[in-house]
């Protein structure tokens, strides 16, 4: 049974930062492609930033650009989010989410991805 988890959300204030994770398991994730996605209350769920096997290709929203670094580590099927300089706009519903053999042009398709964690919820005060 595959399963997805996400943890590292909470309440921060605006500039403060904090580190998601997400933790695969029942299946080998190494040649998956990994996205972050967030939804707001009331907002379509929107892509945050993915990595590829490798590391070697990256990709960011453009709300997070230069504030969110997106990491993965394969031997343990896990995948992080650093988030910094957070602004009340990046409250929301953070999920990881992995797919394979994934194409460039639809890293930021929610549809494209195979499995989605539960969610961790993040919420910035200001």
């Known amino acids: 049974q595959v399963q997805l988890v996400e943890s590292g959300g909470g309440l921060v204030q605006a500039g403060g930062s904090l580190r998601l994770s997400c933790a695969a398991s029942g299946h080998a994730f190494t040649q998956y492609y990994w996205g972050w996605f967030r939804q707001a209350p009331g907002k379509e769920r929107e892509f945050v930033a993915g990595?590829?096997?490798?590391?070697?290709?990256?990709s960011y929203g453009d709300s997070v650009k230069g504030r969110f670094t997106i990491s993965r580590e394969n031997a343990k099927n896990a995948v992080y989010l650093q988030m910094n300089s957070l602004k009340p706009e990046d409250t929301a519903v953070y999920y990881c989410?992995?797919?394979?053999?994934?194409?460039?042009?639809?890293?930021?398709?929610?549809?494209?991805?195979?499995?989605w964690g539960q969610g961790t919820q993040v919420t910035v005060s200001s």
């Open positions: 990595i590829n096997w490798s590391g070697g290709s990256i």
């Open positions: 989410a992995a797919a394979y053999g994934l194409a460039a042009y639809r890293i930021q398709l929610r549809i494209a991805y195979d499995y």
